[in-house]
């Protein structure tokens, strides 16, 4: 995977770093596709926070 990386980086004559955060830059966003929006509410029987049975109490944690 390194390779490809470095290859990529050096075919557009980027360092690593720098290829890397311009591919999430071009990649990365900040609202849900279309697709995934219209996925709301299309499972049923997808159970809601509300609806889930009450969990029992937390388990007493060890202290450092």
Known sequence: MEALLAQA???CGL???RWVAE????HARD???AECAT???AFSDF???DELPLQGN???RIGF
């Open 9 to 11: 980086a050096q075919a």
């Open 15 to 17: 360092s690593k770093s």
């Open 23 to 26: 591919l999430i830059r071009q």
């Open 31 to 33: 609202v849900w596709p």
């Open 39 to 41: 996925l709301a509410g």
């Open 47 to 49: 159970p809601l926070r």
């Open 58 to 60: 937390d388990v007493p």
